[in-house]
């Protein structure tokens, strides 16, 4: 057998397997449609339907998707997303939709839409302050982390 078949198949393999490497986080296949949008980790979930019979038949749990107009104070607009309600959550949680995309950990972020418009709000922030946002030794890191209640029970 001559080996230019196998071995172009193989670089064209190696290649699309690259390509799905950077759409895998913790193990699991991120949705396209969660690059596009805010899911905060929330994915498909598959199970049975279980009848009083103990017939299975396959089904398949969505994430709750809704899409949502969130304003950007560095970047002085309103931006439309599509977002899971965890992701609103989070970004309640976090005090701003600014706060949510600079203070998110990558691998909790899981879209390539949310990395764009960090990379945006970091350049505008250096634009406004004159120094490179960073996330664990930002000068400002008091005021701007995310709040968090200190109630006890």
Not at 46 to 70: A, D, E
Not at 106 to 125: E, F, H, V
Request: some cysteine.
């Amino acid at each position: 057998r001559p080996h230019s078949k196998n071995t172009t198949k193989a670089r064209h393999n190696m290649s699309f397997f690259a390509s799905l490497v950077s759409s895998f986080v913790r193990g699991q296949h991120v949705m396209g449609r969660a690059q596009r949008g805010l899911y905060h980790g929330k994915t498909i979930l598959t199970g049975n339907n279980v009848s009083h019979s103990n017939r299975r038949t396959r089904r398949r749990w969505l994430p709750n998707v809704q899409t949502k107009s969130l304003y950007s104070d560095l970047l002085n607009l309103n931006i439309s997303f599509r977002l899971t309600t965890h992701a609103l959550r989070c970004i309640d949680k976090a005090g701003s939709l600014d706060r949510y995309l600079l203070y998110t950990k990558t691998k909790d972020l899981d879209s390539q839409l949310g990395m764009k418009i960090r990379d945006k709000l970091k350049l505008a922030y250096k634009e406004k302050t004159g120094t490179k946002f960073d996330r664990l030794s930002d000068p400002l890191v008091d005021s701007l982390k995310p709040l968090t209640s200190t109630s006890s029970l």
